[in-house]
């Protein structure tokens, strides 16, 4: 692919290939792809647009460098150089320096810069995005997820099909914790090639182990952040998202990833909890109050676990057409009930450390914890109906016509 600039600046050789974007109103430069530059004068013209920007900005200049892939060090000091610059020639403009740990080298090389100017920050913008990072690398949590993921899987792959999946497809799994869909899919649906993207380490190794262990040549797996892929526009045939929009506070900015990386044509499909429907009879009111007092432990912490009854309205606003929708209602009467109580169980070490993030006083959590066991009891009772309704929709990206 050639080298580019959104913003009309000059490309030079496969070594630089890059992209700007300079918004005025929220007085924000961003920068994407490779710098790599031999020299100094191969980055004028960068130089040159940060210092318009930094002459005309009032207050705060917003430098994004969250999708930057790479950047050597003749790039590097020029950038300190421009900031530098700025400093001295407004010293009451503050300069942040959004980044993502996604790419190692940001942080270690911007914070020098913090370092030296006070009036410049740096942001590690998506530290903040995942509020239960924590919980999602516990390895007792992990166990449990791959029982969580082989009882959705019983239910999930029959409608699929429904949602446009077939062989031969591109897909692309963001979010992939364990990677245990792709292994799936494989089995199932022979794809022509899985990437799984996820912003948990522990569940990486353990998914690249899997298709190792497996023989699994056509599955890529990155850690990256589901807000701001590092993959191409327009490539995927068929782009899941499952049971990860709930987790994050701003969904909408996965969406808008999604959407950027599918192939006009192809389908987006996400699932989600509705975790206010959740229930279990004997003792159903205690078992319902006990899910709310979840929901609003979930805000707190910037996760909406009621998502689930928004998918029509999350797949719409992301500008997709022939939206489907299915239940999987997963209760004890079509799944092993002992493997189900196992997965709530695991909820009660999930909603502790959810509730020491959001900082609740001990009794909060220890009601949750009372309900959470009564619903596991209705769960294994030989009279009890419980169940756990997730929803899955998905939606295709228009094909637009020239």
């Not at 430069?29 to 100094?40: E, H, I, K, T, W």
């Not at 031969?168 to 364990?178: E, F, K, N, W």
């Not at 999987?328 to 109580?341: K, L, R």
């Not at 066991?373 to 998905?394: D, E, Q």
């Amino acid at each position: 692919m050639p080298p580019s600039s959104s913003s009309g600046l000059p490309s030079w050789r496969s070594q630089v290939t890059f992209s700007m974007r300079v918004d005025q109103t929220d007085q924000e430069v961003a920068l994407s792809g490779m710098l790599r530059p031999f020299g100094a004068d191969q980055m004028r013209a960068i130089r040159g647009t940060l210092e318009t920007a930094a002459k005309s900005a009032r207050g705060e200049l917003c430098l994004d460098f969250k999708r930057l892939k790479y950047m050597n060090n003749v790039a590097f000091l020029e950038i300190n150089r421009f900031v530098r610059w700025a400093v001295e020639a407004r010293p009451n403009l503050k300069i942040k320096l959004i980044i993502s740990s996604v790419i190692p080298w940001a942080i270690r090389k911007f914070q020098v810069i913090a370092e030296i100017y006070p009036n410049v920050s740096v942001e590690i913008y998506d530290m903040a995005f995942y509020p239960i990072q924590r919980m999602l690398e516990d390895a007792e949590f992990i166990d449990v997820l791959r029982l969580q993921e082989r009882i959705i899987w019983e239910h999930e792959r029959k409608i699929l099909p429904s949602h446009g999946l077939m062989p031969g497809m591109r897909i692309a799994d963001i979010g992939c914790g364990l990677g245990y869909f792709a292994v799936m899919l494989q089995r199932d649906f022979k794809p022509e090639y899985i990437v799984g993207v996820d912003h948990s380490r522990p569940s990486l190794r353990y998914a690249q182990e899997m298709a190792k262990r497996l023989g699994m040549e056509d599955v890529e797996y990155q850690y990256g952040d589901a807000a701001t892929l590092l993959l191409p526009d327009n490539s995927f045939d068929f782009v899941a998202c499952r049971l990860a929009l709930q987790v994050f506070h701003q969904p909408e900015m996965i969406m808008q990833e999604l959407y950027r990386i599918c192939k006009p044509g192809g389908r987006i499909y996400i699932t989600n909890e509705m975790m206010s429907c959740n229930y279990g009879w004997p003792d159903h009111e205690l078992i319902r109050a006990t899910y709310q007092r979840i929901l609003e432990l979930g805000k707190m912490v910037g996760m909406d676990l009621d998502i689930g009854m928004k998918t029509r309205h999350v797949l719409s606003d992301a500008g997709l057409e022939d939206i489907k929708i299915n239940l999987i209602d997963i209760t004890n009467m079509n799944t092993d009930c002992y493997d189900f109580a196992r997965v709530v169980e695991s909820w009660i070490n999930g909603t502790s450390q959810m509730a020491a993030t959001a900082g609740t006083p001990p009794e909060f959590h220890q009601e949750i914890t009372a309900g959470l066991r009564v619903h596991m009891a209705t769960i294994t009772n030989p009279k009890g109906l419980a169940s756990w309704p997730i929803y899955a929709g998905s939606g295709r990206k228009p094909v637009k016509m020239m």
